[in-house]
């Protein structure tokens, strides 16, 4: 089993529809979670980051863990084409080590 | 402008032959660290560091070595490059501890190993 698993993709929606990213990771005592776009050819920047069970809202995005389960979800309301990319889930394990997931490539069709 | 700089961009090299690719923040930053990108992995950590003179292991750290002997600088150094280090190199730096991953990355190296 890989750390942190994300479907490849690619996850197509149309305009104005809700995208829902998902992330399942190994290590229970995880305690860090991120979610990071990346552009074709450009560099991660991060969108969203979260520590504790729940939701957390920024915005057109909102983040869900579910500590008990262990993933981590990714809703982008309202999707633009603009949101076209590739989210990449990170996870700061228990042992201090960075693992990201593969990444999971968005398509909005407008 | 809060940035994370690497060079070069782009780089062909051949097997064997010594390189480095620097990387400076000017955010003053204790954390940085190194990734690799390829196809069908998503981000690989090579190497970070927590602060100056302290440099630790990442997932795949065989075939490369980095120094800290600055805050702001953090290079990449391959002694013998070869054909499976071919990739997409990000630099990336960020405020450290439990923040380590809220960080900011550099533009990117391609690296190619003929």
């Known amino acids: 089993q890989k750390e942190v698993e994300q479907n490849s993709g690619p996850l197509s929606v149309p305009e104005g529809a809700i995208a829902s990213l998902n992330c399942t990771y190994s290590d229970r005592g995880s305690q860090s979670f991120f979610w990071y776009r990346q552009y074709s050819g450009k560099s991660p920047e991060l969108i969203m980051f979260?520590?504790?069970?729940g939701d957390k809202e920024d915005g057109r995005f909102t983040a869900q863990l579910n500590k008990a389960s262990q993933y981590v979800s990714l809703l982008i309301r309202d999707s633009q084409p603009s949101d076209s990319a590739t989210y990449l889930c990170a996870v700061k394990t228990s042992y201090d080590k960075v693992i990201f997931g593969p990444g999971t490539s968005l398509s909005v069709i407008p | 402008e809060a940035q994370v700089t690497q060079n070069p961009r782009y780089l062909i090299t051949v097997t064997g032959k010594k390189l480095t690719v620097t990387c400076s923040q000017n955010m003053n930053h204790e954390y940085m660290s190194w990734y690799r990108q390829d196809p069908g992995l998503g981000l690989r950590q090579i190497y970070y560091s927590m602060n100056v003179e302290v440099t630790d292991k990442g997932d795949v750290p065989e075939g490369y070595k980095v120094s800290r002997k600055e805050k702001r600088n953090f290079p990449l150094i391959l002694e013998s490059p070869s054909p499976n280090q071919t990739s997409l190199y990000f630099c990336a730096s960020s405020l450290g501890g439990s923040l380590s991953l809220k960080a900011f990355f550099g533009q990117g190296t391609r690296l190619t190993v003929v």
């Open positions: 979260i520590y504790s069970n």
